[in-house]
């Protein structure tokens, strides 16, 4: 991979020292916070029905079912009659692995959210001055679109007073779902625990909302015990053929120039090609279902197609991969990185991971018959192709695997049975 800035080549590890210190009382509350679908403008969905910890941290699928479908991961349903989903979200769901690290500065596939100071106290948001001070990360920032997002979980202006609200002012809809948190009394204690100048209802805003999710996610997802690490830290060695893929990964493969560090990324952007397909992200008029990435947040040309380089950490446990889920396996990745042209055109679309949309099926796979559209994605490729032959991608997969966390499966907090609002936890 022929990519720019060649990052550091040294062996990282990482330790508790590395993340932010989140309040674990905070991080409590965000547990329930993040599986009680109160924050949903129809109350049919929550944060874990998209990043479920069955499902380490994603949804499985190539492109989400969001507000108004039902049930988890490649059994989800794409519901029925006048609430059925009108589109797929037109993303994968990002992997919330080390998300709580403290050089993590942005947020997103497009890195729309990001971190703009040292000390992680100014952020730039598509809010922009609406954002609201006092967050404590910028996993918080994050943590504010997902609920004002008509087709993750607000739902349409129509259905319910929360969407309406995000349709009309941003931090109105922010400031609904506050008022319906502050009227479930088993909450209003437990702000009250978690955060010594909350004394009563009034005080609980969206920030603490927020910042209770970012505590949440930033501990509950911690990963490095990998045996990667024991090779780092003790000297343990790699099995034979791990070895040989980290030496290709450091080395000849050249994917440390954009995937280096302890998180295994340096959180730049590229444009890798990936397969297009689904209900893209056009903007500005637009009426091409493309995924124009980087660019709609920078409006830069120079930023078309371009994409955030992805953790590695844990990479084996979320397929499917890319910034839609197009591969589904590491191997189909690998091969894409290694050789663009070729493996974008031996793409199918049964790789996909979709579940059935019967009033979908006609728009999936449309950008697929553009063929000027496809050639545009292809001239700005930021890839160049490095020769591997199949030995090399058993190794540089058997390396990637060796990033998997031994106790990734076990997680501190895990998914709660009841939530304070009563609402039933996928």
């Not at 505590?215 to 780092?232: L, N």
């Amino acid at each position: 991979m022929a990519l720019s800035p060649a990052g550091p080549a040294r062996a990282q590890s990482l330790s508790a020292e590395d993340f932010l210190d989140f309040d674990q009382g905070q991080a409590r509350l965000g547990q329930l916070l993040f599986y009680d679908k109160i924050l949903s403008g129809n109350r049919n969905i929550s944060c874990g029905t998209c990043h479920h910890h069955e499902l380490n941290g994603t949804d499985g699928l190539s492109l989400g079912i969001g507000e108004g479908g039902h049930g988890l991961g490649r059994e989800r349903t794409p519901g029925s009659g006048a609430t059925r989903i009108a589109a797929r979200i037109p993303r994968n769901a990002p992997a919330l692995w080390n998300l709580g690290n403290r050089d993590v500065r942005v947020m997103f596939h497009d890195g729309r959210v990001e971190q703009m100071d040292a000390k992680g106290m100014a952020f730039a948001t598509p809010a922009g001055e609406r954002t609201p001070r006092g967050l404590n990360s910028v996993l918080a920032a994050q943590a504010l679109f997902p609920v004002s997002s008509p087709d993750e979980m607000a739902g349409a202006p129509s259905e319910n007073p929360v969407s309406a609200a995000f349709a009309e002012r941003i931090d109105k809809g922010w400031a609904m779902l506050a008022d319906r948190v502050r009227d479930v009394p088993g909450y209003v204690q437990r702000f009250e625990q978690a955060y010594p100048h909350v004394r009563g209802a009034e005080d609980i805003t969206i920030v603490e909302i927020a910042n209770a999710l970012a505590a949440f996610i930033g501990t509950e997802w911690q990963s490095y015990d990998s045996p990667y690490d024991r090779y780092v830290t003790q000297g343990t060695p790699l099995p034979a053929l791990a070895e040989q893929g980290r030496q290709l990964f450091f080395g000849e493969a050249g994917c440390v120039r954009c995937h280096n560090g302890p998180l295994f990324t340096d959180q730049e952007f590229y444009a890798v090609g990936v397969p297009q397909f689904g209900p893209g992200r056009p903007f500005d008029g637009d009426t091409i279902p493309r995924d124009l990435g980087r660019m709609e947040t920078t409006r830069d040309d120079r930023d078309a197609y371009k994409f955030r380089t992805a953790s590695l950490r844990n990479v084996a446990l979320t397929a499917p991969y890319g910034h839609n889920g197009a591969y589904p396996t590491l191997r189909d990745m690998i091969r894409h990185m290694c050789d663009p042209i070729t493996t974008r055109a031996n793409w199918r679309p049964g790789m996909a991971r979709l579940p059935q949309v019967d009033w979908l099926t006609g728009e999936d796979f449309r950008l697929r018959e553009n063929d000027a559209e496809l050639a545009r994605q292809v001239s700005y490729l930021d890839l160049q192709p490095v020769e591997m032959i199949e030995e090399d991608i058993d190794a540089l997969e058997a390396f990637l695997h060796a990033l998997t966390g031994e106790s990734a499966a076990q997680r501190p907090l895990g998914r709660p049975d009841t939530v304070p609002s009563g609402l039933p936890v996928d």
